[in-house]
């Protein structure tokens, strides 16, 4: 079960970091998350600027990567068992 942690936070890394729009250094903003954006941060000048985190949506992005890593984990398995009868 270790296995599947592991790979839901990875995917759940590199997930975010792919769909990221990181534009805050030409005063655009920062968006992390998919599919429920859950960190926004800006270093332009603005006087309203709204930098959040919200940590129920990036645990509902961590949750949408559970099944994937339950997939990942159900398909390297028999992969894995297969090479171990060979030997």
């Known amino acids: 079960m270790y296995k599947v942690a592991i790979y839901t936070l990875l995917l759940f890394a590199v997930v975010s970091l792919v769909t990221a729009s990181l534009h805050s250094t030409s005063d655009g903003y920062d968006l992390i998350g998919f599919p429920f954006l859950f960190y926004s941060s800006t270093s332009g000048k603005c006087n309203d600027c709204n930098n959040w985190f919200r940590p129920v949506m ?11 890593a339950l997939l990942i984990d159900l398909l390297i398995k028999p992969t894995l068992r297969s090479k171990n009868k060979r030997r």
Request: one cysteine or more.
């Open 58 to 68: 990036a645990f509902l992005d961590l949750v949408c990567c559970l099944p994937f």
